[in-house]
C-alpha cells in the first residue's frame, strides 16, 4: 500500500481566500494523482487528474500541482459553493488508497 | 451521459454476505479502455477503495478485504457486482460504484450516487 497523507485535516478560510490543500505519498507516484470534491450527502466530484490536468467542466479557480511525493491543490479564490471536503487519491499503484480528507469550513 | 446506478440490500445481518449492482447507462462496460470499481465510505469518515473489474474479468482487490470481496462483470446486462462476505459493523458504509481509465491517469470520473448499507442484526 501507498499511504497517502493530506494537511491540514481541516481549514477555516472566507470568501475570495486562496486555499493550498498538500498530499503527501509515502514513495513517488509519479503525478499519478488525482483530486475529489465531496458536499455532504454526495458522491465525490473528479477536480483534478494527474496532478494538473483540470476535469473537464471544473472552474478554474482549481489547480494542482506537484511532483514525486509532493501534490497541492489550490483554490485561488474560494467561493461559497467550495466549502466542501476535499479528498486526493493515488492511481499509481493498487489497492488506490486515499488521503485522509480536508474539511473547508467557514 | 454515463450514469452509474447501485442497487441491493440497505441492511445486512452480521456474518451474511452483502451483495450490491452497479447499472451502467449511456456507455457500453465492454469499452477496452475503463475499469470499473466499488469505494465505501463509513459515515462520517473517509474513502477506501474497494477494488474494480475490467470487462474480461481480470479484477484487482484491496488487499484489506480480499479474503473477503469478489467483484464480477455482466457485460450482457452492461453490469458490475460486489459481494462482501462475513460482513460486521464495520463494515457499514455508503457504498459508491465509478469508473476509472485502465492506465490510471484519468481519474475516477463518473460515480453513481451511493448506496448506504447497515450491518445490524
Known amino acids: 500500500d501507498i499511504p497517502m497523507t493530506q494537511s491540514p485535516s481541516s481549514l477555516s478560510a472566507s470568501v475570495g481566500d486562496r486555499v493550498i490543500i498538500t498530499c503527501r505519498a509515502s514513495?513517488?507516484?509519479?503525478?499519478?494523482l488525482d483530486w475529489y470534491q465531496q458536499k455532504p450527502g454526495k458522491a465525490p466530484k473528479l477536480l483534478i487528474y494527474g496532478a494538473s490536468s483540470l476535469q473537464s467542466g471544473v472552474p478554474s479557480r482549481f489547480s494542482g500541482s506537484g511532483s514525486g511525493t509532493e501534490y497541492t491543490l489550490t483554490i485561488s479564490s474560494l467561493q461559497p459553493e467550495d466549502f466542501a471536503t476535499y479528498y486526493c487519491q493515488q492511481s499509481y499503484s493498487t489497492p488506490r488508497t486515499f488521503g485522509q480528507g480536508t474539511k473547508v469550513e467557514i | 451521459q454515463l450514469q452509474l446506478q447501485e442497487s441491493g440490500p440497505g441492511l445486512v445481518k452480521p456474518s451474511e454476505t452483502l451483495s450490491l449492482t452497479c447499472t451502467v447507462s449511456g456507455g457500453s462496460i465492454s469499452s477496452s479502455s475503463y475499469q470499473w470499481g466499488w469505494i465505501r465510505q463509513p459515515p462520517g469518515k473517509g474513502l477506501e477503495w474497494i477494488g474494480s473489474i475490467y470487462y474480461s474479468g481480470t479484477t484487482y482487490y484491496n488487499p484489506s478485504l480480499k479474503s473477503r470481496v469478489t467483484i464480477s462483470v455482466d457485460t450482457s446486462q452492461n453490469q458490475f457486482s460486489l459481494k462482501l462476505s462475513s460482513v460486521t459493523a464495520a463494515d457499514t458504509a455508503v457504498y459508491y460504484c465509478?469508473?476509472?481509465?485502465?492506465?490510471?491517469?484519468?481519474?475516477?470520473?463518473?460515480w453513481g450516487q451511493g448506496t448506504l448499507v447497515t450491518v445490524s442484526s
Open positions: 514513495q513517488s507516484i509519479s503525478s499519478y
Open positions: 465509478a469508473r476509472h481509465d485502465r492506465w490510471g491517469v484519468s481519474g475516477l470520473d463518473f
